[in-house]
């Protein structure tokens, strides 16, 4: 067993010498001659929204040529419940041309990234976002990171209250430092006095959070943005449609780390009831818990999950209710999970209507054979329209007329985009990671081959007969999950270049773990290994039935299975799958 580690990381000494993460990270700017940022000040950029990367494809040959790596910045734009009005569309795009790669990323978490920007040009583009009342500050970084709200801009009292409350939590758990202010607007430090009061942040102290914290609000009902895979979160409860409070449900994470037997996805816990005035209030206390108890020594150990795990729920759930100062009630029950994307047309309930669009891996771009950023241009400066991101890396048009449906997609096909009824549902449902070559944490592709595969399973299914299956398929990188593969139906998580651990047996739903189904799969032989399963799912399934729910519906027939945590291991007998152990 490995010694448990006692002295803190170099990130917490990194964070408590920062002067609330200052660092030295404006004098890097000011210096033409350093073409990168040096140990801490990487940690620190990463508070400020932004993870230095290189080009990855680009190493082996310009290390041939004596080189060193090709620097740039990923910057990611904080935007509560996905939500961004056509201005601020409109600026993200001329952004994307002007400093970044003539491309929008939107995330697994309703955010936009920008990859390529060059550290010439980091102070001027935070500088921009910024006019634009948009920020980067606690896009990444051990604090709380973009706030979650289920999609639809529906105009009723229960969907308004949610996106204020993601706004809300936002606001609370914003870091308090000037540092930001300075660095990328004013360019220059606050002068006070000896006798001013010293700057402090009141809820995170000044080495913040052991880890990020990632939060999330939906109703019951509604996974859409898949709750139960954050830190914490609050689930909408209703009665006769009316919203009455909060579930609270905390600990789940889907990062874990390969060759480490005792890092594990898991989904959340349910912590208990309150008044719909103390869900920030709620989400504040959680993160009180984390800062006060988190592991400070070992960053695979940071996550909130493995405090909970350690603590145990019903501690941690005595804890929570000690240092809250409103009433904690049992959670109440709640319907069973409905699936809804909100793609295509969709009643706003105030007279107008949203269209939601597929963008495959969230990458807004124009390629030889589809404009999509061009079209989405067109749509926004046309139809004058806000638009909502979706925790599936797709995009809302909101506030149409009904006129402006059929001209909506007019553009989209104008510009060769594929309506709803074009795309199948393997399609539909999938999502990737960035990965290669710009994710210093990948150790597969991702996102750049996911369309091929994609298409591989397309014909697959039709040749089964079970194309109009309702499945989610996901892709990452490495094992750390961003794009949440531990909850589909299927998923493939990268080991080496061209080599992943096959995943079977969430849902869309998102509120189940999968399984190890085969270990370190060459990419060529992912469809070859499904078969077996694939071939009994369109002989035996039932009505509806996902592949996923199958597939748990016959495992549950055996003796034991091994979830993912490691816990239990399935036998199979039909399949005769490969089952290793996660970090074996």
Same mark, same amino acid.
């Given at each position: 067993?490995?010694?448990?580690?006692?002295?803190?990381? @170099?990130?917490? %000494?990194? @964070?408590?010498?920062?002067?609330?993460?200052?660092?030295?990270?404006?004098?890097?700017?000011?210096?033409?001659?350093?073409?990168?940022?040096?140990?801490?000040?990487?940690?620190?950029? @990463?508070?400020?929204?932004?993870?230095?990367?290189?080009?990855?494809?680009?190493?082996?040959?310009?290390?041939?040529?004596?080189?060193?790596?090709?620097?740039?910045?990923?910057?990611?734009?904080?935007?509560?419940?996905?939500?961004?009005?056509?201005?601020?569309?409109?600026?993200?795009?001329?952004?994307?041309?002007?400093?970044?790669?003539?491309?929008?990323?939107?995330?697994?978490?309703?955010?936009?990234?920008?990859?390529?920007?060059?550290?010439?040009?980091?102070?001027?583009?935070?500088?921009?976002?910024?006019?634009?009342?948009?920020?980067?500050?606690?896009?990444?970084?051990?604090?709380?990171?973009?706030?979650?709200?289920?999609?639809?801009?529906?105009?009723?009292?229960?969907?308004?209250?949610?996106?204020?409350?993601?706004?809300?939590?936002?606001?609370?758990?914003?870091?308090?430092?000037?540092?930001?202010?300075?660095?990328?607007?004013?360019?220059?430090?606050?002068?006070?006095?000896?006798?001013?009061?010293?700057?402090?942040?009141?809820?995170?102290?000044?080495?913040?959070?052991?880890?990020?914290?990632?939060?999330?609000?939906?109703?019951?009902?509604?996974?859409?943005?898949?709750?139960?895979?954050?830190?914490?979160?609050?689930?909408?409860?209703?009665?006769?449609?009316?919203?009455?409070?909060?579930?609270?449900?905390?600990?789940?994470?889907?990062?874990?780390?390969?060759?480490?037997?005792?890092?594990?996805?898991?989904?959340?816990?349910?912590?208990?009831?309150?008044?719909?005035?103390?869900?920030?209030?709620?989400?504040?206390?959680?993160?009180?818990?984390?800062?006060?108890?988190?592991?400070?020594?070992?960053?695979?150990?940071?996550?909130?999950?493995?405090?909970?795990?350690?603590?145990?729920?019903?501690?941690?759930?005595?804890?929570?209710?000690?240092?809250?100062?409103?009433?904690?009630?049992?959670?109440?029950?709640?319907?069973?999970?409905?699936?809804?994307?909100?793609?295509?047309?969709?009643?706003?309930?105030?007279?107008?209507?949203?269209?939601?669009?597929?963008?495959?891996?969230?990458?807004?771009?124009?390629?030889?054979?589809?404009?999509?950023?061009?079209?989405?241009?067109?749509?926004?400066?046309?139809?004058?329209?806000?638009?909502?991101?979706?925790?599936?890396?797709?995009?809302?048009?909101?506030?149409?007329?009904?006129?402006?449906?059929?001209?909506?997609?007019?553009?989209?096909?104008?510009?060769?985009?594929?309506?709803?009824?074009?795309?199948?549902?393997?399609?539909?449902?999938?999502?990737?990671?960035?990965?290669?070559?710009?994710?210093?944490?990948?150790?597969?592709?991702?996102?750049?081959?996911?369309?091929?595969?994609?298409?591989?399973?397309?014909?697959?299914?039709?040749?089964?007969?079970?194309?109009?299956?309702?499945?989610? %398929?996901?892709?990452?990188?490495?094992?750390?999950?961003?794009?949440?593969?531990?909850?589909?139906?299927?998923?493939?998580?990268?080991?080496?270049?061209?080599?992943?651990?096959?995943?079977?047996?969430?849902?869309?739903?998102?509120?189940?773990?999968?399984?190890?189904?085969?270990?370190?799969?060459?990419?060529?032989?992912?469809?070859?290994?499904?078969?077996?399963?694939?071939?009994?799912?369109?002989?035996?399934?039932?009505?509806?039935?996902?592949?996923?729910?199958?597939?748990?519906?016959?495992?549950?027939?055996?003796?034991?299975?091994?979830?993912?945590?490691?816990?239990?291991?399935?036998?199979?007998?039909?399949?005769?799958?490969?089952?290793?152990?996660?970090?074996?």
């Amino acid at each position: 067993m490995a010694k448990e580690k006692t002295d803190p990381t @170099k990130v917490e %000494i990194a @964070k408590q010498n920062s002067e609330l993460l200052r660092g030295s990270i404006d004098e890097t700017l000011r210096n033409p001659e350093l073409d990168c940022f040096k140990e801490d000040d990487l940690q620190l950029l @990463k508070f400020h929204g932004s993870y230095q990367q290189d080009d990855r494809d680009l190493r082996k040959s310009r290390r041939a040529e004596g080189l060193g790596k090709a620097y740039s910045y990923m910057l990611r734009v904080v935007l509560p419940a996905g939500q961004l009005t056509a201005a601020q569309y409109i600026d993200l795009d001329r952004i994307a041309d002007e400093f970044a790669n003539h491309s929008i990323r939107l995330t697994t978490r309703q955010a936009v990234q920008f990859h390529g920007v060059i550290k010439g040009d980091l102070r001027e583009t935070i500088r921009q976002i910024n006019e634009s009342l948009m920020t980067t500050l606690a896009a990444c970084g051990d604090v709380c990171r973009n706030v979650m709200a289920t999609a639809p801009p529906i105009q009723d009292a229960v969907h308004t209250k949610i996106r204020e409350t993601a706004h809300a939590v936002a606001a609370e758990l914003k870091p308090a430092t000037q540092a930001y202010h300075e660095i990328w607007i004013d360019g220059q430090r606050q002068v006070t006095s000896q006798t001013a009061t010293p700057e402090t942040e009141p809820i995170y102290g000044e080495t913040y959070l052991p880890r990020k914290y990632k939060v999330g609000v939906t109703v019951q009902g509604d996974n859409q943005i898949d709750i139960y895979s954050y830190d914490a979160g609050l689930i909408g409860v209703l009665e006769n449609d009316q919203l009455i409070g909060w579930n609270v449900v905390a600990g789940g994470g889907l990062g874990m780390s390969h060759g480490r037997p005792n890092t594990f996805a898991q989904i959340a816990e349910n912590i208990g009831f309150v008044a719909i005035e103390d869900g920030v209030a709620a989400m504040r206390v959680i993160a009180t818990i984390y800062r006060d108890f988190g592991n400070r020594f070992d960053r695979k150990q940071a996550r909130l999950k493995y405090l909970i795990d350690k603590m145990g729920v019903d501690q941690f759930r005595r804890e929570f209710i000690d240092r809250c100062e409103f009433d904690v009630h049992p959670s109440r029950p709640i319907p069973e999970i409905q699936i809804e994307d909100w793609m295509g047309k969709h009643e706003q309930r105030d007279g107008k209507f949203f269209y939601g669009v597929f963008v495959e891996n969230g990458r807004i771009k124009d390629t030889d054979d589809v404009k999509l950023r061009t079209a989405f241009l067109k749509i926004i400066k046309t139809l004058n329209c806000s638009t909502t991101l979706t925790p599936q890396q797709s995009i809302l048009f909101n506030d149409l007329d009904e006129s402006q449906i059929k001209e909506l997609e007019s553009i989209l096909t104008e510009h060769n985009v594929p309506l709803l009824h074009e795309l199948s549902n393997a399609r539909r449902y999938s999502m990737a990671c960035p990965s290669m070559p710009t994710c210093g944490l990948a150790v597969a592709e991702s996102e750049r081959v996911m369309p091929d595969f994609i298409t591989e399973v397309e014909n697959t299914l039709a040749e089964l007969g079970v194309a109009d299956t309702q499945l989610t %398929i996901r892709m990452t990188g490495c094992p750390n999950g961003c794009a949440r593969p531990y909850t589909a139906d299927i998923a493939l998580v990268g080991r080496r270049p061209g080599v992943y651990h096959l995943f079977v047996g969430g849902r869309l739903a998102g509120d189940r773990m999968a399984d190890l189904y085969a270990a370190d799969v060459k990419i060529e032989s992912i469809i070859e290994t499904l078969m077996p399963l694939l071939n009994k799912f369109a002989a035996e399934r039932n009505p509806e039935e996902g592949l996923g729910d199958f597939y748990q519906r016959v495992l549950d027939r055996t003796e034991s299975r091994k979830r993912v945590t490691g816990k239990e291991i399935p036998t199979y007998d039909d399949l005769q799958p490969k089952l290793i152990q996660i970090g074996a």
